[in-house]
């Protein structure tokens, strides 16, 4: 009976340095953030669509640009920060046009006039992505149960950001924070 004992003991010892050892690893156990350039409501078909200046920050971190080539790309992507959560976030932007009247072929026009835009055209929204990463963190806990042991779980934050037809940025109250490795995490 005692060396089943000692062999359980040794085994929860084990499981306990291995652990910790691997919660340093880099990328074990982080958090990862995506952020959803969006609007909250449906807006009129007259109301503009933004552009926004790609930047060190989110260079080849949004969708549509992961290459990091496009110097503009449309509000309405995602934005993934991982490895590497930046303590400040600028995202410049700017009024384009109505919907309906953007062609299939954008990008060129879209550039175009991106770079005719005075300085003084562009609005600048900033957010701190590790307060809000703490903040959510704080008031939540991840959802779901995670496929790995919770010490090494990679989790998800998800944010939006929600423009209105003025221009208006606020960040919506619906954070979401689960396991990635739980495909049920965020449906």
Not at 6 to 35: A, E, P, Q
């Amino acid at each position: 009976m005692n060396s089943l004992k000692r062999l359980g003991l040794v085994c929860i010892g084990c499981m306990m340095l291995f652990g910790c050892m691997t919660s340093g690893f880099h990328g074990i156990g982080d958090t990862k953030l995506t952020i959803q350039l969006s609007r909250e409501k449906m807006q009129a078909r007259e109301d503009p669509v933004f552009i926004v200046k790609r930047s060190s920050i989110t260079n080849a971190r949004c969708s549509k640009d992961y290459d990091g080539i496009d110097p503009y790309i449309f509000w309405g992507g995602q934005c993934y920060f991982e490895n590497g959560i930046p303590d400040r976030v600028d995202i410049q932007y700017a009024k384009w046009k109505p919907y309906y009247q953007i062609s299939d072929d954008y990008k060129p026009h879209m550039m175009a006039y991106g770079n005719a835009l005075p300085a003084s055209a562009w609005q600048t929204y900033t957010f701190y992505p590790k307060e809000i990463m703490a903040e959510v963190k704080h008031q939540q806990k991840p959802s779901h149960t995670p496929f790995a042991p919770k010490v090494i779980a990679k989790k998800s934050i998800f944010i939006y950001l929600d423009i209105e037809a003025n221009g208006q940025v606020t960040i919506r109250d619906e954070a979401q924070y689960g396991y990635v490795n739980n495909i049920e995490s965020f449906r």
